[in-house]
């Protein structure tokens, strides 16, 4: 397990087992976890792990409440 999954909130693991998450195998649906159910903190994390370029990559696979598909659009300018 990257060492950054344990700083994300517990809560967004309640389906899952924390440990099992790989950032690189479950990006998609990490992120779409933490832009819709996480905190700031989680955020800033995610950022950290994929930084604007993986984010952008991710982006066209996400599905993402309007809100949230907002914000990552805003975030990696597009």
């Given at each position: 397990?990257?060492?950054?999954?344990?700083?994300?909130?517990?809560?967004?693991?309640?389906d899952v087992d924390q440990a099992l998450v790989d950032v690189s195998q479950n990006g998609r649906w990490l992120v779409e976890r933490?832009?819709?159910?996480?905190?700031?903190?989680?955020?800033?994390?995610?950022?950290?792990?994929?930084?604007?370029?993986?984010?952008?990559?991710?982006?066209?696979?996400?599905?993402?409440?309007?809100?949230?598909?907002?914000?990552?659009?805003?975030?990696?300018?597009?």
């Open positions: 397990m990257d060492d950054r999954i344990g700083r994300l909130s517990p809560t967004l693991f309640w933490v832009l819709q159910r996480g905190t700031w903190e989680d955020w800033l994390v995610i950022r950290e792990i994929y930084g604007k370029s993986g984010l952008r990559q991710l982006m066209p696979s996400l599905r993402l409440d309007p809100k949230s598909a907002n914000f990552l659009s805003l975030y990696c300018s597009l």
